[in-house]
Nanobody
Framework: QVQLVESGGGLVQPGGSLRLSCAAS????????MGWYRQAPGKERDLVAT???????NYADSVKGRFTISRDNAKNTVYLQMNSLKPEDTAVYYC??????????????WGQGAQVTVSS
């Protein structure tokens, strides 16, 4: 069984910064990719950023230059540094991890979600 626990959400003013963390634990031999999605009220869950086990990153256009994703493979933890936050970044942020089961099979696990609210 794999668990992902998120932390670091909260309320911040426009232009401010927050850092999200997500730690994976349980039956984990290796993790392929980790990343973050977000879901605003009444909208679909959208990709924010991803990072592979080799450090290759990918960002949604809306967050490029403002958000930075990183990971600590030894701790099975992924981070999302969010700078220059805007009201439109308000959403529940979900982390995920692709846990490798065999050479060709992996399972995807999700965190419980962290609320990020950007408001003055």
């Amino acid at each position: 069984q794999v668990q992902l626990v998120e932390s670091g959400g909260g309320l911040v003013q426009p232009g401010g910064s927050l850092r999200l963390s997500c730690a994976a634990s349980g039956s984990i031999a290796s993790i392929r990719a980790m990343g973050w999605y977000r879901q605003a009220p009444g909208k679909e869950r959208d990709l924010v950023a991803t990072i592979t086990n080799r450090g290759t990153t990918n960002y949604a256009d809306s967050v490029k230059g403002r958000f930075t994703i990183s990971r600590d493979n030894a701790k099975n933890t992924v981070y999302l540094q969010m700078n220059s936050l805007k009201p439109e970044d308000t959403a529940v942020y979900y982390c995920y991890a692709e846990v490798i089961q065999t050479l060709t099979v992996f399972t995807t696990h999700w965190g419980q979600g962290a609320q990020v609210t950007v408001s003055s």
